[in-house]
């Protein structure tokens, strides 16, 4: 089945910085690719996806970018600010049969720091 | 439009009990899918139901069945609990079976002692 790395496991940062977090896939077939942010004691939130025909998608400060070639995709966060704080998972899926959910990585957790 | 919904929002059970845990989905979401979160495990995707049909199933013994309504609302079942099974139960629906955008409740914390 699909494997979903993602690293790194914690990453601060100053308010204001760019944070970068990277996550690789196993199975090719993947198609989908969304990103979640889960505060403390909340529950995930989508925050950005994007489809494997699509290599860059960005919504205001924050940006994924995909490289089908390499299986591996990235969120950016810009000019970050305290509420950025979180939890963030990558996910990805694989289309058709079998275990069709989303495969989650093990989450970044990101500190910005005042 | 309301989210979706979970209840109970917090369960203390006891090993060898078993439990039921409910999901409403967004109005209009006919699709339900079940997640398990454990700090060591992260997010591990359960089952899906569609039109009271289940779908997909991840790795999970079978202790962990589930079930869905005419009116997609999904119910959880986990038999003769362990102390493993000690988790944030998360649902989330989506508006077609394998459609792509998931939508998250609260989740339900399960404690097992």
């Not at chain 2, 995707?45 to 991840?58: A, D, P, V």
Request: charged fraction near 20%; include cysteine.
């Amino acid at each position: 089945g699909e494997n979903v790395e993602q690293h790194p496991s914690t990453l601060s940062v100053q308010e204001g910085d760019s944070a970068v977090i990277k996550c690789t896939y196993s199975d090719s077939a993947s198609n989908y690719f969304p990103w979640y942010k889960q505060e403390l004691g909340k529950r995930p939130q989508l925050i950005i996806d994007i489809r494997s025909n699509v290599g860059e998608k960005k919504d205001q400060r924050i940006a994924v970018t995909l490289n089908k070639t390499a299986k591996h995709f990235s969120l950016h966060i810009t000019e970050t600010q305290p509420e950025d704080s979180a939890v963030y998972f990558c996910a990805a899926k694989v289309p058709g049969g079998g275990a069709d959910g989303l495969t989650f990585g093990k989450g970044t957790h990101l500190i910005i720091q005042p | 439009k309301a989210g979706v919904t979970q209840t109970p929002r917090y369960l203390i059970k006891t090993r060898g009990q078993q439990v039921t845990l409910s999901c409403s989905p967004i109005s209009g979401h006919r699709s339900v899918s079940w997640y398990q979160q454990t700090p060591g495990q992260g997010l591990q995707f359960l089952f899906e139901y569609f039109s009271e049909t289940q779908r997909n199933k991840g790795n999970f013994p079978g202790r962990f069945s589930g079930r869905q309504f005419s009116n997609s609302r999904s119910e959880m079942n986990v038999s003769t609990l362990e102390l493993g099974d000690s988790a944030l139960y998360l649902c989330a629906s989506n508006k077609v079976a394998g459609s792509y955008e998931q939508y998250f409740g609260p989740g339900t914390r399960l404690t097992v002692t």
